[in-house]
């Protein structure tokens, strides 16, 4: 949603949702991707067209065939249906926290190439 943010210095979260309770999944949605800006995660998707920059940006980077995407990572807020085809998933249902934000969030540890 616009105008919605997480910041990490200060660890603030602002969500504009919308009233209602159709809208409580998307709202949580939202509310759980700014509150994992607050822990350090970052976006995942291209600031110009709102696509998922794979692979840390896909659910399931390794699918084949890559579309459709039935579950989008947290950080990116979208479903990649088709190139140039996104939606905006229904509820945290349908997201994952993949390993990257995770590692971000201190979830996972980074892997170390020893």
Known sequence: MQHSLGL???LIGLVNGYAGEAHAGRNNLVAAHE??????ATDK????TLEPLWP???????QYPLYPQTRAEIMSG?????PGWLMLPP??????????????????APHNNL
């Open 45 to 48: 998707y291209d600031m110009d």
């Open 56 to 62: 840390d940006g896909y659910a399931d980077p390794t």
């Open 35 to 40: 509150l994992l800006h607050t822990l350090g």
């Open 8 to 10: 990490q210095k200060g």
């Open 78 to 82: 979208r479903l990649q249906v088709s």
């Open 91 to 108: 509820s945290l249902d349908h997201a994952v926290i993949g390993p990257a934000t995770a590692i971000e969030i201190n979830w996972l």
